[in-house]
């Protein structure tokens, strides 16, 4: 469905030429949950955002399977870490549901907004409301409604409950578990949480500056069989720390 293959992004600053990505190739099948974890700063969401053709300076070849041109950016949707961000603070909720629909030219406004709404666990009433009378749940709710409401066949997921209180990132991480299940989506999903790829995700590319250092079923980071020494130190320093955060978020994602 997804292959990416050597892919290498430099953004020029100051001081000069700096690779976020370094010859990265990895490949995503249909209907799979893949997802990318590492440090901040170690290119995840580069990567995300050349997969939804938003980095024009990108080397190398990153394929989606089927698609092209128009269809290609309809078919590939994203989440973001922060729905209070990413959701126009003067557009009610029908207003940034309809959005998506003129522009892809798809027709049936009403019912697809009342249906993309319910599919995410709210009901009509909350189709006149702006973002800053939802809470922070309700806004990525509304974020992932406004992604799947043309239909994708890809969703790029970055961070998308880091910004989101313990006991509310366990519905969302419910949520996308049961759309990822139900639609047969293929997911990319990057957090730089253990327990939150363990739970959404079967394999897993580890990243560190800019590289792919080791990519793992997530099956080997339950069972603690990592190669990499760097994947190693990672999963050994949020051990305690994800104990308890599983334990939190009311996920069965015990590492
Ligand atoms: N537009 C940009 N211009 C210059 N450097 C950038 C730009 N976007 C990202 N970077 C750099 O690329 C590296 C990877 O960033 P990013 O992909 O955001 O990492 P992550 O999502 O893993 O935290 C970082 O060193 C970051 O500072
Ligand atoms: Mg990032």
Do not use: W
């Not at 739970?199 to 190669?227: P, T, Y």
Request: charged share 20%.
């Amino acid at each position: 469905m997804i292959d990416v293959d050597a892919l290498t992004v430099r953004f020029k600053t100051n001081a000069g030429a700096v690779d976020a990505v370094r010859d990265v190739s990895f490949h995503v099948a249909q209907g799979e949950a893949f997802g990318l974890v590492g440090e901040s700063g170690s290119g995840k969401s580069t990567i995300l955002r050349a997969l939804s053709g938003l980095t024009p300076g990108a080397q190398g070849t990153v394929r989606i399977a089927q698609q092209g041109g128009v269809a290609q950016k309809r078919a590939v949707q994203m989440v973001f870490q922060d729905p209070y961000g990413s959701l126009h603070p003067r557009f009610t909720v029908d207003q940034t549901l309809r959005e998506p629909l003129r522009i892809n030219r798809i027709g049936q406004h009403e019912e697809r907004i009342v249906n993309a709404l319910r599919e995410v666990g709210l009901n009509a009433s909350f189709r006149f409301r702006y973002p800053h009378q939802l809470s922070g749940g309700q806004r990525q709710r509304v974020a992932i409604a406004r992604a799947l409401i043309v239909e994708p066949r890809v969703l790029l997921l970055d961070e998308p409950t880091s910004a989101l209180d313990v006991s509310v990132q366990a519905e969302i991480l419910n949520l996308l578990k049961r759309l990822h299940r139900e639609r047969n989506l293929t997911m990319i999903l990057v957090t730089h949480n253990l327990a939150v790829v363990s739970f959404l995700c079967s394999r897993v590319a580890i990243m560190r500056n800019g590289v792919i250092v080791e990519e793992l079923d997530v099956g080997k980071i339950r069972a603690q069989e990592v190669d990499n020494e760097y994947s190693r130190s990672l999963l050994l320093a949020t051990n305690g720390y994800q104990r308890k955060a599983v334990g939190a978020l009311g996920i069965d994602a015990a590492l």
